[in-house]
Every structure is written in C-alpha cells, then in structure tokens.
C-alpha cells in the first residue's frame, strides 16, 4: 500500500499554517458511520490523525478545536449538508483543503463544489486507491497554492522595500537642496534642523506613536522645502516683504506639497507637515485656512516649533537679537487656541521645563 502522505506533502508543512504537530490531520464528515469508518481507518493507516463528524456542524466544531488540514466530505447529510459546510470552511480556513464526496454523480454537482472552492470530488462508490491518488493529488495542489501566495508575498514584500529605499533616496536628496538653500542665508541657515528637533520633543511629550514622531522629525527638516521655488532675492531680502512678496513666500507650502506628493506615497503626516504648518488654530492660516484639530496634529506641533524658532533666530527679530526663551515661551502661550495648538504649546513649554530640549543656537555665518 502507498502512503498518502508523500515526501512532497511533508516538504509542505513549513508553510502550512495548520502545522502546529508534525502530524497532519484530517477530518472525515460523513453521516454513514460505515463508510465514515472505512475512510478514517484509510487516512489513520496513511499517517494522519483523524477526526470525524456526522454533519457540517459536529464538523466546524471539530475545527474549532483542532483545524485539519484535508477536509473529506459527503455532500448529503443531515442538519447541516457539504455545501453549507464547504462555504464555512472555505471563509475560515481558506488554506484547508476539501474534497467533496457524493452519491450523485452528475456534473452540476461537481462543477458547483469546485467553483466554491473544494479542491477535488469523488463519487460513490470509489476504490480507496483512487481515494489515495486523489487525496496524493489534492494535498500537492494545496502545497503549490501555498507555495505560489507565499512567493508573492515576498515579491511584494521586496518591491514595498525597494520603493521605500527609493523614497529615501529622493528624500535624502531633497534635504540636501533644503539645507543648501537655507546655508546661504545667515538667518535661515540651519532652521529646519532646529524645528526638527524643538518638533520632535513636543511629540515625544506628547507621547504620540513612533511612526508620528519620526515624521515630525524628518518633516520639521523638509517642512520649508517649497522655498526652492522662491525667488532668491525675496528669500533673502532683508527689509520688509511687500504684500505681493509674501505671498509669493506663502506659496512655498503648496509647491513643497507638490514636490514631496509626487515621490512620497507612504507618509501622508510629512505631506501634511509641509502643507499645513502655516496654518492657524482659528482657522486664519495658509493655504487652506483648516481650522482647529482639522489641521493634522503634526501640523500643529511643527507650526510651534517653526513660529518658536522663528522667534528666537529669524530675521524679524536679528535688531534685538533675538526673543529670550521666556520671552518667546510667553509668546507662544500667549498665542495657543488662536495660531498654535494649546497642548502643542504647553508641552513644549514642559519639555523645555524638564530639560527635554534646550534653546538651540543660531548658525552664525557673519564672519
Ligand atoms: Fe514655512
Ligand atoms: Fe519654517
């Protein structure tokens, strides 16, 4: 007698989920004890542990309680028939494999199991080597889906990395162009470094997951990047802006928008970053004027460390040198609920408070 359990079907177990023992089981639902005997003693004599059930309840509860990996089953039965329990097992154990058995013989019947997903049929009465041959059959198909799913999931798993390493790619390119822009302008120059950090310290206060606070981190580095589509000699003028002038400026949220959305795919907060920093809690901001917690959270954290930054080394303050740290602290608490988010603000003041994060200092370029 050949055994059903081939070297092949052995081979399977590592990616079969229902291998927890390194015996497969089988179940055999059958409402004629004698025909149900003859089939669990030809599956014990092949290797597997056997469970049996007399109708598609007994054997979704067997399931339950140890999952099988071949299902053999009769198609009339009481209570609960094959079909019925085919559809069952096919939403909770898709990787189970089934085959159908049935005194009718007619082609309707074996066309409705395969296309609800039994892997083969047999009719009654059936000659346990065609049993064998089937079930060999059956399990080396199961095997090959298996195989097959398992191969395109690490094909996906390697083009998901492989556009993550080119997201990088661009994006480490992209922060090189925002730090070369901002390293020719004493009073921009290492800004998004500085808001990266003041931006991350807010978010880890604020206990936010992970992924959001390394978005924050990278998104305060590349928040400004709209500036490269900036006129230079507005970019670095040093009086004050005329209205046509800062709206050019205020343009740079939206093209930094469109540059970063045409690459980046997987990071919706460092888009939201780049668009809504500059806007403002009662809803008077740019571009979209959002009001509120419909500005994404990062948004807001970024914003208060853009506004602090700004604040304590931009240009708008180079004559008194720049606000002192209580000064702009003031500052941002006196502006949290109309421009800045007041749990942003608060803590922020408590990172500094606990030392979290200190006043970062100005690049000097002047001599
Ligand atoms: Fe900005
Ligand atoms: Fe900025």
Same mark, same amino acid.
């Given at each position: 007698?050949?055994?059903?359990?081939?070297?092949?079907?052995?081979?399977?177990a590592?990616?079969?989920?229902?291998?927890?023992?390194?015996?497969?089981r089988c179940?055999?639902?059958?409402?004629?004890?004698?025909?149900?005997?003859?089939?669990?003693?030809?599956?014990?004599?092949?290797?597997?542990?056997?469970?049996?059930?007399?109708?598609?309840?007994?054997?979704?509860?067997?399931?339950?309680?140890?999952?099988s990996?071949?299902?053999?089953?009769?198609?009339?039965?009481?209570?609960?028939?094959?079909?019925?329990?085919?559809?069952?097992?096919?939403?909770?154990?898709?990787?189970?494999?089934?085959?159908?058995?049935?005194?009718?013989?007619?082609?309707?019947?074996?066309?409705?199991?395969?296309?609800?997903?039994?892997?083969?049929?047999?009719?009654?009465?059936? !000659?346990?080597d065609? &049993? +064998?041959?089937?079930?060999?059959?059956?399990?080396?198909r #199961? %095997? $090959?889906? /298996?195989?097959?799913?398992?191969?395109?999931?690490?094909?996906?798993?390697?083009?998901?990395?492989?556009?993550?390493?080119i997201?990088?790619?661009?994006?480490?390119?992209?922060?090189?162009?925002?730090?070369?822009?901002?390293?020719?302008?004493?009073?921009? !120059?290492?800004?998004? &470094? +500085?808001?990266?950090?003041?931006?991350?310290?807010?978010? #880890? %206060? $604020?206990? /936010?997951?992970?992924?959001?606070?390394?978005?924050?981190?990278?998104?305060?580095?590349?928040?400004?990047?709209?500036?490269?589509?900036?006129?230079?000699?507005i970019l670095?003028?040093?009086?004050?802006?005329?209205?046509?002038?800062?709206?050019?400026?205020?343009?740079?949220?939206? &093209?930094?928008?469109?540059?970063?959305?045409?690459?980046?795919?997987?990071?919706?907060? /460092?888009?939201?970053?780049?668009?809504?920093?500059?806007?403002?809690?009662?809803?008077?901001?740019?571009p979209?004027?959002?009001?509120?917690?419909?500005?994404?959270?990062?948004?807001?954290?970024?914003?208060?460390?853009?506004?602090?930054?700004?604040?304590?080394?931009?240009?708008r303050?180079?004559?008194?040198?720049?606000?002192?740290?209580?000064?702009?602290?003031?500052? /941002?608490?006196?502006?949290?609920?109309?421009?800045?988010?007041p749990?942003?603000?608060?803590?922020?003041?408590?990172?500094?408070?606990?030392g979290?994060?200190?006043?970062?200092?100005?690049?000097?370029l002047?001599?």
């Amino acid at each position: 007698m050949t055994a059903i359990l081939t070297h092949d079907f052995a081979a399977s177990a590592g990616l079969d989920p229902f291998a927890g023992s390194a015996v497969p089981r089988c179940l055999v639902v059958d409402d004629e004890p004698r025909l149900r005997q003859i089939l669990v003693r030809v599956m014990r004599a092949d290797g597997f542990v056997v469970d049996e059930a007399s109708n598609g309840f007994e054997a979704l509860a067997q399931m339950e309680a140890h999952p099988s990996t071949l299902i053999l089953t009769d198609i009339e039965m009481p209570q609960m028939d094959g079909f019925a329990l085919l559809r069952e097992l096919r939403v909770r154990w898709p990787d189970a494999a089934v085959m159908m058995i049935s005194g009718n013989g007619d082609v309707q019947t074996a066309v409705s199991c395969l296309s609800v997903g039994a892997l083969d049929y047999l009719t009654k009465p059936f !000659h346990l080597d065609e &049993v +064998r041959a089937r079930i060999t059959s059956v399990l080396e198909r #199961r %095997r $090959l889906v /298996l195989e097959n799913r398992e191969y395109q999931t690490r094909l996906e798993q390697k083009v998901q990395a492989q556009a993550r390493r080119i997201e990088q790619q661009f994006l480490g390119g992209v922060q090189a162009l925002a730090e070369a822009l901002e390293a020719k302008d004493p009073y921009t !120059h290492g800004h998004s &470094v +500085r808001v990266s950090q003041y931006g991350t310290a807010i978010a #880890r %206060r $604020l206990e /936010l997951p992970p992924n959001v606070i390394r978005a924050v981190t990278l998104g305060g580095r590349l928040h400004d990047i709209g500036k490269i589509g900036v006129r230079e000699e507005i970019l670095s003028k040093p009086a004050r802006l005329t209205t046509e002038e800062y709206a050019h400026v205020m343009t740079h949220m939206t &093209v930094g928008w469109k540059i970063l959305s045409a690459m980046v795919v997987d990071q919706p907060e /460092l888009l939201n970053i780049v668009r809504y920093h500059h806007e403002r809690m009662d809803g008077a901001g740019l571009p979209d004027g959002v009001k509120g917690a419909d500005i994404p959270l990062e948004a807001r954290i970024v914003s208060v460390a853009d506004s602090f930054d700004a604040m304590t080394s931009g240009r708008r303050y180079r004559d008194d040198g720049g606000k002192q740290l209580p000064e702009a602290l003031k500052e /941002l608490r006196r502006c949290a609920g109309t421009q800045f988010d007041p749990d942003c603000v608060n803590a922020f003041v408590d990172a500094f408070q606990s030392g979290d994060v200190t006043l970062l200092a100005r690049v000097d370029l002047q001599q």
